[in-house]
């Protein structure tokens, strides 16, 4: 992986949570947010060889970590494993926003309810919480819909294909 392609890539995570923790921590239609951070690491690890996607996975989720009030490795652990469950699908997807829609609403819900079960394991009473479906389900919309314009542009930062020899090949 090229150099700019990796400041790139490392600059879009970090304004992605900002952009998170700062603009979406006030503007909160129906009292939920998307989860930008989660939406970048589907976005490019849809692109990335697989261990500088699992990297990019655990990058974001310690940068998440330390920006918000949770437990330090929670949204590591998350983001890397959306990471893996990307590069695990992204050969059975095309460019069809019918097939990568749906797929980012639900990488995005299990992401955002594997976070709630392991928060809830780890002593945060998150599956307690009594809008949790809503916690869930409109982020993933939200994500959803931000992915028509991420997604693109996540293909033209890093140059808009994958370079495989064959199409097993992470």
């Known amino acids: 992986m090229k150099v700019r392609r990796l400041i790139a890539t490392a600059a879009i995570v970090v304004i992605a949570a900002a952009v998170q923790t700062t603009m979406f921590a006030t503007i909160r239609p129906f009292d939920a947010a998307p989860a930008l951070v989660l939406l970048v690491v589907i976005a490019f690890a849809r692109h990335l060889p697989a261990e500088a996607a699992l990297l990019l996975g655990f990058g974001a989720g310690i940068l998440q970590d330390l920006l918000s009030d949770s437990a330090l490795g929670l949204w590591a652990l998350v983001l890397t494993t959306v990471a893996f469950f990307v590069l695990r699908f992204r050969d059975r997807l095309e460019d069809d926003f019918s097939l990568i829609g749906p797929f980012v609403f639900g990488v995005t819900a299990g992401g955002l309810a594997l976070f709630s079960v392991l928060s ?39 140059g808009a294909a994958r370079r495989r020899s064959t199409p097993f090949q992470l």
Not at 134 to 151: D, E, G, H, Q, W
Request: charged residues 15%; aromatic residues 10%; glycine residues 6%.
């Open 120 to 158: 809830t394991i780890f002593g945060e009473k998150t599956l307690a919480d009594v809008g949790l479906i809503k916690k869930v389900l409109l982020p993933s919309l939200y994500n959803m819909v931000l992915a028509a314009p991420i997604l693109p542009f996540a293909t033209w930062v890093l």
